[in-house]
């Protein structure tokens, strides 16, 4: 893959750019897999970064998200607009209409969006709206603001993606139950993985995904995730073994609303940037057999993202 690249903007101070050079995965994802979880950033000299971003990174162009999938061995991608571009998902949206098809999108809109901006994302293919409620990427919005956004959404058929921190889910319970639509959680509620994996707080976030039928989840970030490591570099093949217990278990009970994603570029990690190739090695440790694999990575990222070609699957 090419080098990451910084372009016109000034890097957020001690900002870790994409690994160059992932290896081939060992694990050979199932055919049609979809990476459902992963962004684009500008280049800033085409999409700027928008003014009330929280982080400036090094520019992830669509070239070289669509590289990266090629060498992985995926077949499509879900681009999520990252928060760095704010409400202006002119990137993520170029990125989409420049995947011959291969890539779906999830977009961040405000409460002034338009019905024709809803059309126009619609038919580039977006399929959901992302509420973000973790305190360091985002300004809050309003819940009645984001309530309002969800319904009109739901009208073409999207859904909402959340993402938050674990211990904030007790407070935002209420909204999140509210919500119209199917709602995916972003790499499972950020759980902390040094408390048990049967502990109150994980149970707290199972029993979010059993009472509510339309709760999805990524079942993705280990290397955001994980305490104890060891990191997916240099060959290891077993890598965020604390991880393994949290995503394993939502895998294993709901085999029909999980999806998975690697999170390229991987904005703001601070300790290390991980191996692609080897992240993707991760999978099987979670997702133990073939056909919890072909869920996981093919039917359920199909049946949300590309209904129209999904088989009832
Ligand atoms: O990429 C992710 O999923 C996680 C992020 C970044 C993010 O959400 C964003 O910029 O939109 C994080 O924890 O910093």
């Not at 090094?58 to 999520?80: I, M, P, T």
């Not at 977006?126 to 969800?150: H, Q």
Request: with cysteine; charged share 25%.
């Amino acid at each position: 893959m090419s080098k990451p690249v910084t372009g016109d903007f000034t890097k957020t101070a001690g900002w870790m750019d994409w690994y160059t050079g992932p290896s081939q995965p060992a694990f050979q994802l199932p055919a049609g897999a979809v990476d459902a979880h992963c962004h684009v950033f500008g280049p800033g000299a085409e999409f700027p970064y928008a003014p009330e971003r929280k982080y400036t990174p090094c520019d992830a162009s669509k070239q070289q998200l669509y590289a990266l999938r090629d060498h992985l061995g995926f077949a499509r991608n879900v681009v999520v607009q990252a928060t760095c571009h704010g409400a202006d998902n002119r990137a993520m949206v170029d990125a989409l209409v420049h995947s011959g098809g291969k890539a779906r999108g999830v977009a961040t809109v405000k409460r002034s969006v338009s019905d024709a901006e809803i059309q126009a994302m619609h038919d580039a293919g977006v399929r959901g709206v992302r509420f973000n409620f973790v305190k360091r990427l985002v300004d809050f919005t309003p819940k009645d603001e984001l309530m309002e956004i969800a319904a009109r959404i739901s009208k073409w058929g999207w859904h909402v993606v959340i993402y938050f921190e674990a211990v904030d889910l007790p407070e935002l319970w209420d909204f999140f139950t509210a919500l119209p639509t199917t709602v995916v959680v972003d790499h499972m509620g950020r759980p902390d993985v040094s408390k048990p994996v049967d502990g109150p707080e994980f149970e707290l976030f199972l029993k979010f995904m059993r009472q509510h039928p339309n709760v999805w989840s990524k079942v993705s970030c280990p290397e955001r995730l994980s305490v104890t490591g060891p990191k997916a570099l240099d060959g290891e093949r077993h890598a965020y073994v604390d991880v393994i217990p949290f995503a394993r278990r939502v895998v294993e009970e709901f085999p029909d609303r999980v999806l998975w994603g690697t999170d390229w570029p991987h904005p703001n990690l601070k300790d290390h940037m991980p191996d692609d190739g080897l992240l993707v090695d991760f999978i099987p440790h979670i997702a133990t057999t073939a056909e919890l694999q072909k869920k996981l990575l093919v039917d359920n990222p199909m049946r949300l993202y590309w209904p129209e070609e999904s088989k009832g699957a």
